[in-house]
T-cell receptor, first 114, second 116 residues
Framework: AAGVIQSPRHLIKEKRETATLKCYPI?????VYWYQQGPGQDPQFLIS???????DKGSIPDRFSAQQFSDYHSELNMSSLELGDSALYFC?????????????FGSGTRLTVV | AQTVTQSQPEMSVQEAETVTLSCTYD???????LFWYKQPPSRQMILVIR??????QNATENRFSVNFQKAAKSFSLKISDSQLGDAAMYFC?????????????FGDGTTLTVKP
């Protein structure tokens, strides 16, 4: 079965650079979530999209932006990168109307800012 | 805002034995969902089991079962016949059931070690 696809798997950037993370949800899933997980920490919610509209916003820095496209894939854009942005970034997808079902997570993008 | 608390940062269990991971949460909502996710060293997040708050019956998935105590706001995970592959970080998560809901709130996680 198709899973949530995230690219790239690993990314190394320098401070003040820009990074773009991509997420391709499971077909027919209409909701995408972005989470940031620092080393040894729990996932922190960043932002979510339902039917291409932002549905919720968490602790996402102003330097970050995201959107969901017509094919339901989503991109997280991160500018003016800081060392503290180094983390594992997860994308997850689900049915909005099937809230009782857990997320399906992608494998994550490990971002290292040097 | 909802909070999820996992009071056991680390747990260990002997292979083939049973272990229980605890989770408590705080909410004023009456309808919600609870989940346990597993994160092995590969860092992939995997859904283990889910529970609807309106169901009194505890969810079971093979060797994994929960003890859901709604009044006490407790949601523990029991792993029976533990296997080496169960070694992972386990996260408890809460999700509202409202129409505008969607995001999940995660606990801090419990690292489970399985000893051969």
């Amino acid at each position: 079965a198709a899973g949530v696809i995230q690219s790239p798997r690993h990314l190394i950037k320098e401070k003040r650079e820009t990074a773009t993370l991509k997420c391709y949800p499971i077909p027919r899933h209409d909701t995408v979530y972005w989470y940031q997980q620092g080393p040894g920490q729990d996932p922190q919610f960043l932002i979510s999209f339902y039917e291409k509209m932002q549905s919720d916003k968490g602790s996402i820095p102003d330097r970050f932006s995201a959107q969901q496209f017509s094919d339901y894939h989503s991109e997280l854009n991160m500018s003016s990168l800081e060392l503290g942005d180094s983390a594992l970034y997860f994308c997850a997808s689900s049915f909005r109307q099937g809230q009782g079902y857990g997320y399906t997570f992608g494998s994550g993008t490990r971002l290292t800012v040097v | 805002a909802q909070t999820v608390t996992q009071s056991q940062p680390e747990m260990s269990v002997q292979e083939a034995e049973t272990v229980t991971l605890s989770c408590t949460y705080d909410t004023s909502e009456s309808d919600y969902y609870l989940f346990w996710y597993k994160q092995p060293p590969s860092r992939q997040m995997i859904l283990v089991i889910r529970q609807e708050a309106y169901k009194q019956q505890n969810a079971t998935e093979n060797r994994f079962s929960v003890n859901f105590q709604k009044a006490a706001k407790s949601f523990s995970l029991k792993i029976s016949d533990s296997q080496l592959g169960d070694a992972a970080m386990y996260f408890c998560a809460y999700r509202s059931a409202g129409t505008n809901a969607g995001k999940s709130t995660f606990g801090d996680g419990t690292t489970l070690t399985v000893k051969p």
